[in-house]
């Protein structure tokens, strides 16, 4: 009788301030005082309306769409506070809450069935220049706010001259990159994303706003965030130190034929070995491609990308005419890849010449939507034949055995790509200078398994783990551990094998400032409060 008179009691309040889609704030007070505090920009969707199911669709692996019974969409940073805040008193978030962005993440920490925080309407860029941010200056900086795609960030910054080192893929969401690691495009000639960031505006579980940098009083938040992903706040802002915008981008994409595969990989390691220019780069792949990249019915195919971006610092052209190559500071694109391409019989050609800003969209074809999807892949920092041949092998044995069980395997690849060795200077100077350990520059590989049925969850782990023993034998038979990508992070792996010694300081951060372990969806490190509430699956031991 009580509850049925507060309902009522709620029902007859005046309209809200906020756009709500459904009932499902009528009978919890927290949401009903949540929806006064938003802007009359922000909306509330409950469970089976239309921005609710909207966002449920969005995630690039189909496996990590959760149906959530609430989802926020804030406008602005308060919002943030004040759906965080609510979430606490909320039936429905007290202990099922989430935040996501771009949806692309790989540990299912972005959705929840209770209650979602979706920034996608937050997605502004600003170029700002002579920024000051309580004790940084930015000379020029890209201000991203972390519901934003990155195209939605080359979209602001193309043709402007300058931009930041964003994802490959235009749909990814500046979030998760931006905190997991940010390799990128540019990455070996400029550093990973996490090295180029100087602020970070912050909402704490507490809902407090903070802005954290390398020297002020939030500098633990700030190098945690410097790889260690979302676990201590969402970020709504993302200030980058920006980077000269290459002139133009020129892409080879070349499908080799079968008869040249094994040259094709000596090839690809003779790049790796001789390459001297950070703007210059190649990915070496095999996969089960599509029909529209196959222009047949899908198959198995060897791909082989070539990119190279203008060095800015470069002036190929003068008023009078190309200047000579001789004096050219950086070679060609003809010549940077002719060695790779040398003695090849290739199937298809494609060649295409565009601006920077556009180059993101070139890579959607690979990775299509609506797939059980999996992004893993551990690193190594020296690629010789025997390591190329057993992977290539591996990976055909995956596609072989998912076709024999019913699967159509369209779009998974094993890629293998190149980054500039010591990221051209502007890596960290120590493994402790951020949370992920990466002053050992290291080439990345990526298993991007797609398949339909969940029955086949298992099978697709057990040759991933197979792909990364090879990685690991062949990288500790050759030099110092490498730590994984935080972004690519396998389903097994464990914290060490990603954060290294750093992860003991992580988990002692992750206490500070996320003390009820209310973000504990994904990978969750291990904090007292965690471990006691069962949340926990990231501990500071080796597996």
């Known amino acids: ?122 997605n502004s860029t600003k170029i700002l220049h002579n920024l000051i941010l309580e004790d940084v200056t930015i000379s020029t900086a890209i201000a991203y706010q972390g519901g934003a795609i990155w195209k939605q960030v080359t979209d602001t910054t193309n043709g402007t001259g300058f931009t930041a080192v964003g994802a490959r893929v235009g749909s990814v969401g500046v979030g998760g990159f931006s905190t997991g690691g940010g390799i990128g495009f540019l990455a070996g000639a400029y550093g990973y994303a996490i090295d180029r960031l100087r602020a970070l505006e912050v909402v704490l579980m507490s809902g407090k706003i903070v802005l954290a940098t390398k020297t002020n009083r939030y500098s633990d938040l700030f190098w945690a965030m410097q790889g260690g992903g979302g676990q201590f706040g969402i970020v709504t802002t993302f200030y980058q130190e920006a980077v000269p915008e290459p002139t ?119 990775f299509p939507y609506g797939h059980r999807r999996g992004f893993w892949g551990p690193q190594t920092s020296n690629v010789t034949m025997p390591f190329v041949d057993a992977a290539s092998k591996q990976m055909e044995l995956y596609i072989n055995q998912s076709l024999n069980r019913g699967e159509s395997p369209d779009s998974a690849v094993w890629v293998l790509q190149y980054m500039y060795p010591g990221q051209n200077g502007h890596g960290p100077t120590s493994d402790e200078a951020t949370a992920w350990p990466h002053t050992q520059t290291a080439h990345q590989t990526l298993f991007s398994p797609s398949w339909r049925s969940a029955e086949n969850d298992a099978f697709v782990v057990r040759h991933n783990d197979a792909l990364n023993q090879i990685t690991y034998d062949h990288q500790a038979s050759i030099g110092p551990f490498i730590a994984d990508y935080p972004n690519y992070i396998s389903p097994k792996a464990d914290g060490h094998r990603v954060w290294g010694d750093n992860i003991e300081r992580l988990i002692r951060i992750k206490a500070k400032y996320d003390p009820e372990c209310r973000i504990h969806q994904g990978r969750v490190f291990a904090s007292d409060t965690c471990i006691e509430r069962g949340w926990a699956n990231v501990y500071p031991w080796k597996s």
């Not at 938003?38 to 690039?60: F, G, V």
């Not at 099922?96 to 540990?107: I, K, N, P, Y």
């Not at 990308?305 to 950086?330: D, T």
Request: aromatic share 12%.
């Open 1 to 122: 009788m009580y509850l049925q008179f507060i309902c009522i009691l709620l029902l007859i309040i005046p309209a809200t301030s906020a756009f709500v889609q459904g009932d499902c704030i009528s009978c919890d007070a927290a949401l009903t005082k949540l929806s006064f505090q938003l802007s009359p920009e922000a909306a509330i969707s409950c469970r089976n309306s239309p921005l609710q199911k909207q966002n449920a669709k969005r995630y690039w692996g189909k496996q990590y769409g959760k149906n959530a019974t609430i989802v926020v969409f804030p406008v602005t940073k308060e919002d943030v506070s004040h759906a965080v805040q609510a979430a606490s008193f909320s039936r429905y978030g007290e202990r099922d809450l989430a935040f996501v962005c771009g949806g692309h993440g790989q540990t299912n920490a972005s959705s929840s069935s209770g209650f979602l925080i979706d920034l996608s309407w937050m």
């Open 248 to 366: 133009s981008s020129q892409f080879g994409v070349w499908i080799v034929a079968r008869k040249s595969w094994e040259r094709a990989r000596q090839n690809t390691v003779d790049f790796f070995r001789s390459n001297n220019d950070p703007y210059s780069l190649m990915y070496y792949s095999l996969g089960y491609y599509p029909e529209d990249l196959a222009k047949a019915k899908p198959t198995t195919l060897m791909v082989m990308v070539g990119i190279q971006f203008a060095n800015p610092e470069c002036h190929l052209h003068s008023p009078y005419g190309p200047i000579p190559s001789h004096i050219r500071c950086q070679k060609g694109f003809n010549a940077t890849f002719s060695g790779l391409l040398d003695g090849l019989i290739l199937e298809n050609i494609s060649t295409y010449n565009v601006p920077y800003g556009q180059a993101t969209e070139l890579s959607t074809l690979f």
